[in-house]
């Protein structure tokens, strides 16, 4: 590991299973990105994904649910507030669909990066309930 390992595990409490939390991280940043086209900009995303064969729509199903599962892995693991409730009865295809009018709704967002705006859509779409102050129990 080296230096960089020492530095980390000073300087951010780096433990020993947040080497593999980044491992998997890191696999799911680079395996899309290099696999699969919808994984870019949001241009990328829309161009794909307004495509009607099965393949394509699949790389944007595919996408949205490893997002998904991904922001539920993060909020398990570090025990955080979802950025966002999708219902348990919404599908993936409407995530993708949800994911898709964000970006047809704003044309001059979607140079960005797709892993923001896949955030921002789904925290437009499916806000989670506030939570109660400090101290209060609903």
């Known amino acids: 590991w080296g230096v960089s390992h020492f530095f980390i595990q ?8 947040m080497r593999w939390l980044l491992i998997f991280l890191a696999i799911l940043w680079v395996v899309p ?3 699969v086209d919808v994984a870019g900009t949001g241009n990328d995303f ?7 064969d099965v393949t394509t729509m699949n790389q944007c199903y595919a996408y949205v ?8 892995f993060w909020v398990d693991a570090f025990d955080k507030f979802p950025p966002f409730c999708m219902p348990p009865t919404a599908t993936y295809q409407q995530g993708v669909d949800v994911v898709v009018k964000f970006l047809k709704d704003r044309p001059a967002e979607r140079h960005k990066p ?3 705006l896949y955030a921002a ?3 437009n779409a499916f806000p989670c309930a506030p939570m ?3 101290g209060r129990r609903m």
Do not use: N, V, W
Request: net charge positive; with cysteine.
């Open 10 to 17: 000073r300087e951010i409490g780096y433990s020993p299973h």
């Open 33 to 35: 990105a290099r696999a």
């Open 46 to 52: 829309l161009r794909a994904c307004e495509k009607s």
């Open 65 to 72: 649910r490893g997002m998904h599962e991904a922001t539920l």
């Open 114 to 116: 797709m892993i923001g």
């Open 121 to 123: 859509a789904f925290i």
């Open 132 to 134: 109660p102050p400090a």
